[in-house]
């Protein structure tokens, strides 16, 4: 492992689960402060801003802080500032993220929609952010109205599920696919496993791809989506880790820990 001097971490499933810290993963991140090495905590969490998921984080006793945490949200308000200027966005997401779409026009939907509003009002792009109670029905075939005349679609993520304190739960990519191909259209996808997301991670730390490390728990997104940019893939067995899903994944993982608590070791700092 020498050569690393940065690495990116996952969030849910490597250093919690249901926001609460792993066994070993606050002693493993104090170790990895104590031998200066840069990091960044990147993830599809789009329940909670930065500063939100720094203050939950250091609750659990972990030594980070709001500009430690690169997110979903706020990789999607840069790509929409950049590719999308002064559109009318409709967000449908579980939780409260507005605080990181900065500079992002959030509008619901127009007061005549339902009894057919004009063009005019209706959004330019629909972005979806993490699924829950938020994604009936009535909400996914308006969204499909509007991709049919013509909005564009971003969505923040295509992760299937996530492990909670009470099992896995159905995410964004569980709807994402079927709403794709009845609409006929393809999402832009800016969280993991994006290469714009790794690229954004890599410029925070300074470091080239070759120098970096990547540690999650989700084979496609967070590892392999990682080695194909060229930075080194460690797989977690915590979280959303199934090993069917290993065996079944496109690549291998350059290694493979039980846990989050074992890349100190990994990385030589014993």
């Known amino acids: 492992m020498k ?104 509008v619901g939907e127009p007061e005549g929609e339902r009894e057919g509003a004009a063009d005019r009002d209706a959004p330019d792009v629909i972005v979806f952010g993490g699924a829950g109670p938020e994604f009936s029905y009535p909400v996914l075939n308006r969204a499909f109205r509007h991709l049919q005349r013509g909005a564009h679609l971003v969505a923040m993520h295509r992760n299937l599920y996530w492990r909670t304190a009470d099992g896995f739960d159905l995410d964004t990519g569980a709807f994402l696919p079927g709403l794709e191909r009845a609409a006929g259209v393809t999402a832009t996808v800016t969280g993991k496993p994006s290469p714009a997301f790794f690229d954004t991670a890599l410029a925070h730390l300074g470091v080239p791809a070759s120098e970096a490390l990547m540690i999650g728990d989700d084979i496609e997104s967070d590892v392999l989506a990682a ?44």
């Open 227 to 270: 080695q194909r940019r060229g930075i080194t893939g460690v797989l977690v067995k915590t979280g959303k880790y199934l090993p069917e899903t290993h065996r079944a994944a496109d690549g291998t993982p350059d290694h493979v820990l039980d846990s989050f608590a074992g890349l100190p070791g990994l990385l030589g700092y014993t």
């Open 3 to 106: 050569g690393i001097g940065a690495v990116l971490i996952d969030i849910d499933g490597v250093l919690t689960v249901s926001w609460k810290a792993l066994p070993g993963a606050v002693e493993a991140m104090e170790r990895l402060r104590a031998a200066e090495l840069p990091l960044v905590l990147v993830t599809n969490t789009t329940s909670r801003t930065r500063a939100a998921v720094a203050g939950r984080l250091a609750r659990e006793g972990f030594p980070v802080g709001a500009d430690d945490i690169l997110t979903a949200p706020t990789a999607t308000a840069a790509y929409l500032r950049a590719h999308h200027p002064d559109a009318r966005c409709l967000l449908i997401s579980s939780g409260e993220v507005g605080a990181d779409l900065e500079g992002v026009e959030l």
